[in-house]
């Protein structure tokens, strides 16, 4: 089997991995990234790999494209198009043998919820431009998924952390806060929950749109205290949200407030999380060093 990851960063990555270890210990793994000196990293690391930033056609991939049997784009939408289908769509018309797709969008295309459970029933967010060009990027993969007759996947993930990307890191390099905005709460998922979920979607062929986030949102300064606790080390003073300096994209986060359900995708697969909240998660990172 062939696994073509538009988009070979750090989800994609773990999923790469889950793939070797759940479905096919031999299956080639083909993946893009922006720049050709990243693809020529890849490359030297034992992965077949291609230059692609999303803003003209990749050169020298439609052959490996072509030839694929799975695909999971994750390169987040233009202005006006899901770069993929802008760029290769003809090409991925000529994937005569693919099986399966699957898309990873973000939980961000809700609407505010004021701190209340939703799911994938829920309200999307009109507002914003950022949930605009996602929600048009997933109808625009749900309508090639129609005319191809193939099933889709369609993940949308939650706030992504894992080894290297942690508050256990932020508190290493000095960067973490303990912002407090009360009533505040955020989900978010472990990358190798993520890689472990789409790998076994791909072994069923899930076809539906799903959440993948942890068991318990939880407001962002709790994981600054628990990964300060872990490291036996005092935690940052803690700031009022009002006071705290934040860039205007930082403090339009602040400003959606939900719990997100990920009870579909459990059932789905018939499965529960490998770090269902942060606690397990941190607790592994910290331990693993």
Known sequence: MGVFFFGMGYSSQATANA????????????????????????????MRAHAFDGRAPGLMLASDLTKTTFLVASIPPGSAADPVLAHHRADLDKAADLEWMCYFSTVGVYANADGGWIDETAPCDSDTERARQRLAAEEQWRAYARQRNLPLAIFRLAGIYGPGRSSINKLIEGTAHRINKPGQVFNRVHVEDI??????????GLNGTFNLTDDEPAPPQDLVTYAAKLMDIEPPK????????????????????????????????????????????????????
Request: glycine share 6%; aromatic share 6%; net charge positive.
């Open 238 to 289: 803690e700031v009022p949200f009002k006071d705290a300096d934040l860039s205007e994209m930082a403090r339009s986060f602040y400003a959606d407030n939900k719990r997100v359900s990920n009870a579909a995708i459990k059932k789905e697969l018939g499965i529960e999380l490998l770090y269902p909240s942060y606690r397990e998660g941190l607790k592994a990172i910290f331990e693993a060093g």
């Open 19 to 46: 793939i070797k270890q759940l479905v096919d210990a031999q299956a080639q793994i083909i993946g893009t990234t922006r720049s050709r000196s990243r693809a020529e990293e890849l490359i030297r690391a034992g």
């Open 195 to 204: 890689g472990r979920i789409t790998a076994l979607a791909m072994r069923a």
